[in-house]
C-alpha cells in the first residue's frame, strides 16, 4: 500500500506540509548538486518547513520509515555536506529565516536557521552590533553553525565554536531539545551545543541558534600590501600573531591568485604575495595597531602598507578578496576548481605553503592560494580542465598529498569546510581511534542511521575510499 | 579466589603498579573529602600513576572487574566532582605533572594533567606567554579541563572550554585516543576536545592537554573602584562589556565580603559594593582602555578608580580578591560556607543579585557576594554554623531559590563549577529533555558506568533529590 519509504513519508507528510512537500523532478533537481558536489545526489522528496514543529513531523515520518533526512541551507557548503548522496528527503530549511529576539544588552540574538548572514548583519545595523563571521559566501546561519564555519574574521572573533551560545535541536527520535541556556559561560554537563556545531547535520536537525554577537568597531582601516615572497608574507603574519595585534582580519593571497582578482574585478595591484588586514577598535587603538603591524611587515621585507579607510576602498578591497572563487577561475575560463582547505600550526605554515606550491609547480598544475593565515588555515583552487582526465586525476592526487602534508605537520584535514564526503578518508588518517568515539555517539543518538548517513565517516569504520 | 571487584583490581595492578596503588585506610582517607564534599565517601583503593599507559591499565582493569574509576587532581573543586561517592578507585594524577612540549611561536603548550596551573606559570615565564585561566586556586590543569574552570579572567580569554586544543583521554575500554590536531581551528568531525571538556571524568580520564597559551601583557594596570549601591557597581560592569572594552578583569565584591577582606587581609579599603578591574595591553592601550572605564564608572557613580599600577600592589589587590573563601569565612568563625556559582546573562545580573541580596537578609543568612560580573557569574558564601540544622536547611532552601532564579532568568545553574553531586537536579530543571542526550552518551562511551558514577546526572533520569 505505501510502496517504498519516501512514497510513505509522503503520505504521511502531504496532508501537513501541504505544497510544502514535493516529490517532482523539477524541484528535486534544484537540490541535486552544488558547485563542490563530486556526484549528482538527486533527494527523493524536498520539504520546505516553516516550524520546528513541522521539522519535528518531518524528522519522525522519515525515522519510522528509515528515510534518510539531510537539512539543506543555502547550498554553499564545499565537501557536499548537505548532498542527499543516499537519497532521502532534503529539508530546505530556508522558509525558516526569521530573527526571533535581539538581546542587545546581552549583545546574542535568536535566529532560525535560514537566515542568511548578510540579512542578519542588514537586520541589526541600527543596533551598534554585528554577527563577525564571515565564510565569504552568502551561507545561511544554520548551515555555518553545522559545518563549523568561519573566514576571514575568525582570528579576531572565533569560529562558528566560540560564537554559537546556544542551539535548539530537533532529534532523531522528533524530540526538540535547546542545548543550553543563555548564559555567556557554564558548566553544566556536557556541551551539547558544541557537539551540534560541527556535526554537519549527523546528529540532529537545528532549528534555532543563539548567537553572540559584537560591537560595531569605532573604527575600521584595511590595508594592503605586497611582499617580496611567500616566506616573507608569512612571516609577517606570524610575527603580527606573535605580537598579540587584535588584527580583525589578515588573508593572504599569492601571486597567482593576485593575478586572479586584477583580471576578475578589474583592479591593478601588484601581483606579488599580498596580505589584506583590516583593523577593528578605537581611532588612537586602530592607529596604534596599524603602525606597529606596518613595522613589523617592513621588517619582513615589504616596502609600505596600501591604506583603505574609507568604506568604500574598503568594500572594493574585501569583495576582491571575497570573490577568490571566481577570481582564481577567472585565470583559466572554462576550467573547474577542486577546492581544498588545510590548517596547520602557524610554526609550520611558511614550510607547508612553500612545499604545496613547489609541488603543485612541479605537478604542472594552476593552482591559486587564498589563506586565513593568522589561523593557519589556507585554501588553493586547484583548476582543472572538465574534459581531462588525466589531469582532474594529477590534480586529486595532488590534493591527497596536500592534505596528507598538513596532517604529518600535527594540522587538520579541514579547517573550515568540513568533512562531508570529501574528506572522510583523512579524517581517519588524522584522528584514528578518535573517530571510533564519533561513532559510538552518532549511533547512540541516531540509532535507525537516517540523520544525514554517509557523511563524515562510515559506520563500519575505515573511511570511504 | 578474588573476592570483591576492589580485590580482584589490586591483584592485577600490584605487580604492574607496585606502591603506586594502596589500599590502606590512611592513604584512602586523605581523598575521602575536600572542603566540598558534602558527605564523606572513602575510596577502596587509590592509584597514583605516573604514564598514559598505567592510567590505560588502571582502566582496564576498573571496567573489566566493574568497579567505579575516579579521577583526582588538586582536590579543590567545589561540587563533590571528585568523591568517590560509590566507592571506587581514585586515581591521583598528581604524579603526571610535566610540560611535554612548549611551542613557543605556536602559542600553545602540552602538559600532563596533575600540573597546578601556578607551577605552569613558573616554568612559562621566560617563555614571554602564559596561561591565563584563573579560578583562584592553584588547580590542576586536568581538573580544570575536567570541570570547565573559568574564574577571574574568563572576560578577557575565555574559559577552559576557549583554552584547550586538544585532549589525550584514555577510554572506558582502555584505548587511548587523541581528540584533535594543534591546529588553531579545525571542522574535522565532532568536537570531541569540547566533549571531554567538563564531562567530569564521566567519559574517560584526561592524561595529556594541549593549551593555547598568550603572550604575557607588556603592561599591566589595576584598580579598585567602590560603588555607592551594588545596582551602581553592576551598571558600571554592563557599560565595560557593552563598550568593548577589553578589560582582563572585572570583579565585583559586595559590601558584606568586603569587610571580610579587610578583616582577613588586614586592608582598609571602603566597605562598599566594589569593583576589582585589571587591564592588560600596551602601554597606551592600558591607558586608553582605563580611561574610558574611569569614565563610565563616575557615570554609574563612582567618585575615581583607585590605582595599583605597581606589581606589588597589584600582587597585594590580587591575592586579597583570591582569597575571599577564607576572607568571606572570617566574618563568623568557626562556620562552614556553602558556595554557590550561577550565571545569568548580563542583562539579568542586577536583578539577579539584587532579588539574591534581598533573599538573603528576609532569610537572616550572612551571605557576602563575589562576582565574575563581566560574564554575569556570581558566587555567595552562605554562611552557616555546621552544628545549627535549622540554619543549614535554611541556607540550602536559600541556596535552591538563588539556582531557581538564575534558572527562570535564562542563566545556568552553575557557571564553573560544574554538577558534580551538588546540581544534578538543577541540571534537569535547567535542560530538560537535553540531559537525556548526555546519557545516551555516556551509555555509549562507558557502557560498563564505571567512569566517575553518580555524577551529573543519574542514568535512570530524574535527577538526584
Known amino acids: 500500500m505505501t510502496g517504498t519509504p519516501a512514497e510513505a513519508v ?6 501537513i506540509l501541504g505544497d510544502a512537500i514535493s516529490a517532482s523532478r523539477g524541484v528535486r533537481e534544484q537540490y541535486s548538486r552544488s558547485e563542490s558536489y563530486r556526484i549528482p545526489a538527486l533527494p527523493d522528496l524536498v520539504a520546505r518547513p516553516s516550524t520546528t514543529a513541522e521539522v519535528q513531523a518531518i524528522v519522525r515520518a522519515c525515522a519510522s520509515s528509515g528515510l534518510p533526512v539531510v537539512a539543506f541551507g543555502a547550498g554553499t557548503s564545499l565537501e557536499g555536506n548537505a548532498a542527499t548522496i543516499m537519497g532521502g528527503l532534503c529539508v530546505d530549511l530556508s522558509r525558516m529565516d526569521q530573527i526571533l529576539a535581539i538581546n542587545a544588552a546581552d549583545m546574542d540574538v535568536r535566529v532560525q536557521p535560514g537566515i542568511r548572514r548578510k540579512t542578519l548583519n542588514a537586520q541589526l545595523r541600527d543596533t551598534g552590533l554585528f554577527f563577525p563571521i564571515d565564510p565569504g559566501a552568502d551561507a545561511s546561519i544554520g548551515g555555518m553553525t553545522s559545518t563549523r564555519g568561519s573566514g576571514t574574521m575568525a582570528v579576531r572573533y572565533g569560529t562558528m565554536r566560540d560564537n554559537v551560545l546556544s542551539l535548539e535541536v530537533v532529534l532523531s527520535d522528533g ?7 543563555r548564559a555567556r559561560k557554564s558548566a ?13 547535520g549527523t546528529l540532529g536537525i537545528i532549528t534555532e541558534v543563539t548567537l553572540r554577537l559584537h560591537p560595531q568597531p569605532e573604527a575600521i582601516a584595511a590595508a594592503v600590501c605586497p611582499f617580496p615572497s611567500l616566506a616573507a608574507a608569512v612571516e609577517a603574519a ?8 587584535p588584527v580583525a582580519r589578515i588573508e593572504l593571497l599569492d601571486d597567482v591568485m593576485m593575478r586572479g582578482v586584477n583580471r576578475h574585478s578589474g583592479l591593478s ?6 596580505l589584506f588586514i583590516e583593523f577593528h577598535g578605537t581611532p588612537a587603538g586602530v592607529a596604534e595597531q596599524a603602525e606597529v603591524v606596518e613595522g613589523l611587515a617592513r621588517e619582513a621585507g615589504a616596502e609600505g602598507l596600501r591604506w583603505a579607510t574609507e568604506p568604500e576602498a574598503r568594500s572594493r578591497l574585501w569583495h576582491a578578496r571575497d570573490n577568490t572563487l571566481y577570481a582564481g577561475r577567472a585565470l583559466r575560463p572554462g576550467c573547474e576548481a577542486i577546492i581544498t582547505d588545510i590548517c596547520v600550526p602557524i610554526s609550520a605554515l611558511a614550510e607547508c605553503l612553500e612545499a604545496t606550491k613547489r609541488d603543485a609547480d612541479e605537478s604542472g598544475l594552476l593552482a591559486p592560494i587564498v589563506g586565513h593565515v593568522g589561523d593557519g588555515n589556507f585554501h588553493m583552487l586547484i583548476l582543472v580542465d572538465p574534459a581531462d582526465a588525466e589531469e582532474i586525476e594529477r590534480g586529486r592526487a595532488f590534493h591527497a598529498r596536500m592534505v596528507r602534508r598538513a596532517i604529518s605537520l600535527d594540522g587538520t584535514c579541514t579547517g573550515e569546510h568540513g568533512i562531508g564526503t570529501g ?3 583523512y579524517l581517519e588518517e588524522e584522528l584514528g581511534d578518535a573517530v571510533d568515539v564519533m561513532r559510538l ?3 547512540a543518538l541516531d540509532p535507525r542511521g537516517v540523520m544525514n548517513p554517509g557523511k563524515i565517516f562510515t559506520l563500519a569504520g575505515g573511511g570511504a575510499a
Do not use: C, H, W
Open 175 to 181: 524530540r526538540a531539545i535547546r542545548t543550553s541556556s
Open 423 to 425: 574528506k572522510m578518508v
Open 441 to 443: 555517539v552518532k549511533q
Open 269 to 274: 595591484y601588484p601581483e606579488a604575495p599580498t
Open 10 to 15: 509522503l503520505n504521511q507528510l502531504g496532508p
Open 238 to 245: 606570524v610575527f603580527v600573531m606573535q605580537a598579540a595585534i
Open 188 to 200: 553544566a554537563g556536557y556541551d551539547l551545543t558544541r557537539l551540534f556545531v560541527g556535526a554537519e
